[in-house]
């Protein structure tokens, strides 16, 4: 009798889908609720308030190249059209944001100092965001968070393609 009961119980289980959409979403609403509050509550002097911006980047030649360069030496920041990244957890960012343990499975892409793409140049200081002062229609940089383990698509890994855990042999 208790096999009928059990194989009842999965048949009906079986065909309800996974929640983890709205699971992950739940997750991340609450570490970023607990990180801002917490952060700015235990300290203050660490944070920058919300108006802060990075002064402006001024260089002398900001516009791209009058043909296509022949040579690296040549190629101008301007120049730069597609960024992409391959790496490790660093590339990543995992856990870089994090101010608490149930931060550390979240990849942080979109602040990598390599391919980041958060904001711009003013919010947050990456090497994308440096070339989009020079190329605002830069393609590549990684717009978006993700966690680990969890598949997710070039709309929000952009061209940073590194793998947390991932070296080579």
Same mark, same amino acid.
């Given at each position: 009798?208790?096999?009928?009961?059990?194989?009842?119980?999965?048949?009906?289980?079986?065909?309800?889908?996974?929640?983890?959409?709205?699971?992950?979403?739940?997750?991340?609403?609450?570490?970023?609720?607990?990180?801002?509050?917490?952060?700015?509550?235990? %300290?203050?002097?660490?944070?920058?308030?919300?108006?802060?911006?990075?002064?402006? %980047?001024?260089?002398?030649?900001?516009?791209?190249?009058?043909?296509?360069?022949?040579?690296?030496?040549?190629?101008?920041?301007?120049?730069?059209?597609?960024?992409?990244?391959?790496?490790?957890?660093?590339?990543?960012?995992?856990?870089?944001?994090?101010?608490?343990?149930?931060?550390?499975?979240?990849?942080?892409?979109?602040?990598?100092?390599?391919?980041?793409?958060?904001?711009?140049?003013?919010?947050?200081?990456?090497?994308?965001?440096?070339?989009?002062? %020079?190329?605002?229609?830069?393609?590549?940089?990684?717009?978006?968070?993700?966690?680990?383990?969890?598949?997710?698509?070039?709309?929000?890994?952009? %061209?940073?393609?590194?793998?947390?855990?991932?070296?080579?042999?």
């Amino acid at each position: 009798m208790q096999w009928l009961l059990i194989a009842v119980v999965t048949c009906m289980l079986a065909p309800c889908p996974a929640r983890g959409g709205v699971w992950l979403w739940e997750y991340e609403e609450g570490i970023r609720h607990y990180s801002e509050e917490a952060l700015r509550k235990e %300290f203050p002097e660490k944070t920058r308030p919300d108006s802060f911006k990075h002064p402006l %980047f001024h260089c002398p030649d900001m516009s791209p190249s009058p043909s296509i360069p022949t040579s690296v030496d040549l190629v101008k920041a301007a120049d730069i059209r597609v960024i992409a990244a391959l790496g490790d957890s660093l590339t990543t960012a995992i856990g870089a944001n994090a101010t608490n343990v149930l931060g550390i499975p979240i990849e942080f892409r979109h602040v990598s100092w390599s391919i980041g793409g958060h904001g711009s140049f003013e919010d947050v200081i990456t090497l994308a965001n440096i070339i989009r002062l %020079f190329n605002p229609t830069l393609i590549g940089p990684a717009p978006k968070k993700t966690v680990h383990g969890t598949p997710a698509p070039l709309s929000e890994t952009g %061209f940073n393609l590194a793998v947390t855990g991932h070296n080579t042999l």
